[in-house]
């Protein structure tokens, strides 16, 4: 059984860091690409950035690149994401997700989603 246990989250002053990080279990992701998605109240799920687990390949949202990175620890099968010069927009609950088709944006790439982690960032 796969399972995506998002950690991280809190309550931060605009301008501040936060690091998530996604610990996965139940099968091997070496044919994966690991994403990170965020859900404001009243808003879809968006993406924010995603990673292949095997060559390390990177995408992100227009709207984070440059403060945000995502990384991982394959020895730890771990996921991460670093968030530098937060702001009042960031705030949202972040997913952690798993699927089979190549660092796309689109939610329906993932089959496997973490139960979130809330990031509040006050003004």
């Known amino acids: 059984q796969v399972q995506l246990v998002e950690s991280g989250g809190g309550l931060v002053q605009a301008g501040g860091s936060l690091r998530l990080s996604c610990a996965a279990s139940g099968r091997t992701f070496s044919d994966y690409a690991m994403g990170w998605f965020r859900q404001a109240p009243g808003k879809e799920r968006e993406f924010v950035a995603a990673?292949?687990?095997?060559?390390?390949?990177?995408r992100y949202a227009a709207a984070v690149r440059d403060r945000f990175t995502i990384s991982k620890d394959n020895a730890k099968n771990t996921l991460y994401l670093q968030m530098n010069s937060l702001k009042p927009d960031d705030t949202a609950v972040y997913y952690c997700?798993?699927?089979?088709?190549?660092?796309?944006?689109?939610?329906?790439?993932?089959?496997?989603w973490g139960q979130g982690t809330q990031v509040t960032v006050s003004s």
């Open positions: 990673i292949s687990w095997v060559r390390g390949s990177t």
């Open positions: 997700s798993a699927g089979p088709t190549p660092l796309t944006t689109m939610a329906t790439g993932y089959n496997y």
